[in-house]
């Protein structure tokens, strides 16, 4: 399977098994780095990104506790995956993700790492932020609601009812000597805060009351009522 045919494949499925809503998804760039970072509930969040995306030249970090899974992997190759461990610092993983974006790639990841147990942000790895200081790509949040119940409502016999929605993009700032583990923690809560102001607040888990995150609603709200 290649890029073309898993794009369709995907869909496919999601047009038919699910109720999908996409939002901002025009503000993705067609060429050129960028970073994509969402909030990671449930296991149909990669599909929603691919369809979000829509770049044949996508890749990103997944971790390779599935690399034994042949179905799993399968999908993997067909994005261009880049096996990361995300137990350890993996320097060979980001090495791979700062080629792909001196090339002009689309880069997705997830800063959370894994799957929410709790159906709410969990604290991030600053994997991404570092991904972001060091290359100068830009970043696009990206929100998604309702993949945490997809299952569990298939098995219901009901479409599961997803969101997915695409913020403006932002840069962070480059490291500054003597600096770098503030500026790393920084910009990984920047990252994730501009993530949380856009899900309902059941969403935001370690975030909901973040300064940060009160500053970038307050921002909203002063745009709103403007």
């Not at 794009?7 to 499925?13: E, H, L, S, Y």
């Not at 050129?32 to 969402?38: H, K």
């Not at 709410?120 to 932020?129: D, T, V, W």
């Not at 290359?135 to 098995?155: C, H, K, Q, R």
Request: charged content about 25%.
């Amino acid at each position: 399977m290649n890029y073309s045919q898993l794009i369709r494949f995907v869909d496919f499925a999601l047009k038919h098994l699910c109720d999908v809503t996409i939002t901002g998804a025009e503000k993705i760039p067609r060429t050129g780095a960028a970073i994509v970072a969402i909030n990671h509930l449930g296991f149909l969040d990669p599909a929603l990104g691919l369809v979000c995306i829509r770049r044949p030249d996508l890749t990103g970090w997944v971790a390779d506790k599935h690399k034994n899974n042949p179905l799993y992997s399968f999908f993997i190759k067909a994005a261009d995956g880049i096996w990361l461990d995300r137990e350890n610092v993996d320097m060979n993983a980001l090495r791979k993700a700062l080629q792909a974006l001196k090339e002009g790639r689309i880069f997705g990841l997830a800063p959370e790492g894994t799957r929410s147990p709790t159906k709410a942000m969990l604290k991030a790895k600053e994997g991404a932020s570092y991904l972001a200081i060091s290359s100068g790509a830009p970043i696009y949040p990206m929100a998604v609601t309702g993949t945490e119940d997809s299952a569990s409502d298939w098995l219901r016999l009901r479409k599961p009812v997803l969101t997915a929605t695409i913020g403006d993009p932002f840069t962070l700032p480059p490291f500054t000597p003597g600096n770098r583990q503030t500026e790393l923690e920084r910009g990984t809560d920047e990252i994730m805060c501009r993530i949380a102001v856009m899900l309902p607040e059941k969403y935001r888990g370690v975030y909901a009351d973040h300064p940060r995150l009160k500053e970038l609603l307050a921002e909203q709200a002063a745009a709103a009522a403007a």
